[in-house]
């Protein structure tokens, strides 16, 4: 098997990160064997850029007495996210992607 075909263990990890942000990017980041993997790796990376982009994002609503009610919506893409992952799919997030990429982080 080529080294860069996506396994089943690839897919698990990237969506797990997309599930468990940003706790599991952090680890995934930290573990030689699975950084290693680009498909893990660049899932990782976006999964940890857009927890910082909800995160700062959903403070900004919430100073707003209307944008706290939306907050919570702010997490629904990361099980879509999740699900492509899952099915060996590349994540695609306007900006975020463009940015991870730019940074060399995946």
Known sequence: MASNSVTSDDKLWAALAWLFTPVIPI????????????????????????????????????VTVVGACLVPFLWLPQLYFAFKAYQGEQVTIPFITDFVKNQGWG
């Open 27 to 62: 680890i995934v980041l930290l573990l030689e064997d699975k950084k290693n993997r680009p498909f893990i790796k660049s899932n990782s990376a976006q999964a940890l850029a857009w927890a910082v982009a909800v995160f700062i994002l959903g403070t900004v609503l919430t």
